[in-house]
């Protein structure tokens, strides 16, 4: 009777392992994030990881910004202006086939309560060329104006949330497609845009191509106590997102520069 109970015990552990591995082999895959859902520093943590914040006071002056997309909604300007943030962005568009529905609240509701505010372009290399997203980017909320309270344009070029990390492009053609959008987004507008982006992706991407640095400003993305190595060809950076936790908005940044250097990007 024993050995028939432990005969029978063996076999309904070994149904049950064998439905577990079955389960595991046919789970299905982590769908990619809904289109348009993309914004500034979604893949920085899992791919760079995340340290502390940095020092409350840094040394050299620096001015408190944010960045927001449509996945915040209606933003409350009013108490970001109050708790010190001086300047925004806000993501206007995805590709050449997303505009922000958020676009107007975030973007205006900024500029109204005092802030320097610009726009940021979330870029598909994979999906269609530089010259095609910079003209969709400013045609949908990208463009500039010397109204002193308007930034250029911002270049989101970071990993890809809905695939391979670069897009599918080799290195050289990740260069040539970036080379297309800031040609492109500069004879639209008149302003050269800010790159926005984290070292590592850069390197991995682009092979570290440092022919940007004289002309396009850095916004760099690096969520720890300090800015860390620079992309090949910037000196020192324009921008720098430290963490996507921050108070009443997640994405917070600082500006390397008082208030006025922040007006001086504006005006060009």
Not at 151 to 176: F, R
Not at 230 to 249: F, H
Request: proline letters at 6%.
């Amino acid at each position: 009777m024993l050995r028939a109970r432990s005969a029978a015990l063996a076999v309904a552990a070994a149904a049950a392992a064998l439905t577990l591995t079955a389960g595991a082999a046919t789970a299905a895959p982590t769908p990619p994030p809904p289109p348009g859902s993309a914004h500034l520093g979604m893949g920085v943590i899992e791919h760079d990881g995340q340290g502390g914040l940095p020092p409350a006071a840094p040394r050299a002056v620096q001015t408190e910004g944010v960045d927001v997309s449509g996945h915040q909604g209606n933003v409350n300007w009013s108490a970001l202006w109050t708790s010190g943030v001086a300047w925004a962005y806000t993501k206007a568009t995805e590709g050449t086939s997303y505009k922000n529905p958020y676009f107007a609240q975030q973007y205006n509701g900024s500029y109204n309560v005092g802030m320097i505010r610009g726009a940021y372009h979330f870029a598909l290399p994979g999906n269609s060329s530089g010259a095609t997203q910079a003209a969709y980017f400013a045609s949908n909320g990208g463009g500039w104006s010397r109204d002193g309270r308007t930034l250029p344009g911002a270049l989101d070029i970071e990993w890809n949330p809905y695939g391979a990390q670069c897009y599918g492009k080799t290195q050289s053609q990740m260069v040539a497609w970036i080379r297309d959008f800031l040609a492109t987004y500069k004879a639209r507008t008149g302003r050269d845009a800010v790159i926005y982006t984290a070292t590592s992706w850069w390197k991995t991407c682009t092979g570290n191509y440092g022919g940007f640095g004289s002309t396009n400003p850095l916004w760099v993305a690096r969520y720890n106590t300090t800015v860390g190595e620079l992309p090949a060809g910037w000196g020192t950076y324009t921008m720098w997102q430290y963490t996507s936790t921050g108070p009443i908005v997640g994405d917070h940044n600082r500006f390397n520069g008082a208030i006025d250097r922040v007006r001086a990007l504006a005006n060009g």
